[in-house]
């Protein structure tokens, strides 16, 4: 019945289960009509029994050779008028003086259950007799005066047989069958039609293949996700998840797999630009979006991705960026250079030309040679020699304070990272610069496996506002598209390692601002 429609399959349950329910009622109503007939019965047969045990004819006769001649005709007359069975009168001796049959008479009685009757007993039997099952009243028999028992009575009626029972109210029971059956089906008709709708019209077989080819496709995917129900219980996660969280059990609530981080605040917001999580000492970029049906709150899906594993790429992908800008850059300055050397040259001033290109090449290997004495990264390098040809072709003076070094990452820092950090760090500080009669900008770097301090120091313009603001998504000074996430980046990348920003800024006469880390 796999691909059986929900329909046909609530009809079938619902014809065998009011079927069943039919034929048990039935069942028990026959076996409580057949009680209640036996109850009667019972009492009919002792009322009758007790009646033929106080006539004098029978009191007198019972156990004399008289009473066979005398008994027989008075049972069969009371039998046939009151509609029993039988009427057997035994003396107590066993001897039968009367029974329906005419050859069983002056023979034994025949049954276990008279024994309490010859000791003047009276009671109502349920047993095996010659003519069938039955309900058998016993009364014992006294003589005239009294004093002593003659004989015993038994009076029985035959049990009313099932078939015939059944036979009797088979219409009754036929007419609730079928109206049962009726009411069932259109239940059934009108359950069905509402899970159907339930459930996007979709059979419970189509249902289980969407979920389970939807499971699979998460479990497949190179990124950790979870769904989470409008109440913050985790209903979904993925095995890089689970992996990610060291979360293996069934159930769990979202504060409680992300304690002690932004992800556990009960009022979640949409983070549609990945937002670092440091867990485990290893940092995670996560993505938050919310789910809603019919317009209400379902609760959130949220993405989770190594930032290692994207670093990998994005490192990849920043370092061409990088060694482009730099060649850009460079070659700009250059061309600048070789056509100031040939006009030199053509005016026949070759030593000023000479002592220019001394100069310039002095200049070129002095800082080189200290980035790659003091600065332990080539990504960092190449950024640092592209930004200052960059600010030598803008005019501004970037100077790199001698006191700067860089000999590890610090833990939960990457080369993008760093690279992230000081690349906007710097471009913020020239633009500043641009506007200004004095164009300074200054870099001081100095980290280590356990700490890290940056600080970039310019003579621009200054902040105008609260200086916090610079670090919100899409806040800018600059009116031009693409403004506004460089510093909200730096600064998320610092509180994620549980560093500090701190800024001081002078309308017209610059800003500073420090990050620092892992320096208690």
Known sequence: MKNVSLRLKM?????????????????????NISGAFEKEFGARAI??????AQLSDIQKTVGTNKGFEVIQPIAERIRLAT?????????TDGVRYSHPSQSKVGTLFEGTDQNEALSQHEYISKGQGVQGFSIRAFVPILNVEGTKQVGVINVGILSPKWHLLFKY??????ISLFWGILIGLIGSVLIANHLKRQTLNLEPYEIARIVQERSSIMQAMDIGILATDAHG??????????????????TTRLTELFDQTWLADDQLETHDNYRPLLMYDQMFLVRTFPMSINDRNAGYLIMMTDRKEAH????ELTGIRTLVDSLRAQHHEYMNRLHSIAGLIQLNRNEDALSL?????????????????????YSIQGLLLGKYSRAKELGISLMIDDESYLDEYMTGFSSGDMVTIIGNLLDNSMEACLQKEIQDVSLLIQGTKHSLMIEVQDSGHGIIGPAQRIFEYGYS????????????????????????????????????????????
């Open 233 to 250: 219980n985790v209903t979904f996660i993925n095995r890089l998840a689970r992996q990610y969280t060291h979360f293996f059990g069934n």
């Open 47 to 52: 009322a009758i029994a007790r009646t033929v």
């Open 169 to 174: 109210y088979r219409s009754d029971i036929l």
């Open 312 to 315: 990998m790429l994005a490192e």
């Open 83 to 91: 509609d029993v069975d039988y009427i057997v009168i035994f003396d």
């Open 357 to 377: 290109i001394i100069d310039e090449i002095s200049d070129e290997e002095e800082l080189t040679q200290n980035l790659r004495d003091k600065i332990h990264d």
């Open 11 to 31: 009809f079938i349950f619902s014809f065998v289960i009011v079927l069943f329910s039919i034929m048990t009622s039935g069942v028990m109503m026959i076996h």
């Open 477 to 520: 000074t600059k009116k031009r598209e693409g403004h506004g996430i460089g510093l909200a980046l730096v600064k998320q990348l610092v509180d994620s390692n549980k560093g500090t920003v701190h800024v001081k800024s002078e309308v017209d006469i610059g800003t500073t601002i420090t990050i620092k880390a892992g320096m208690n």
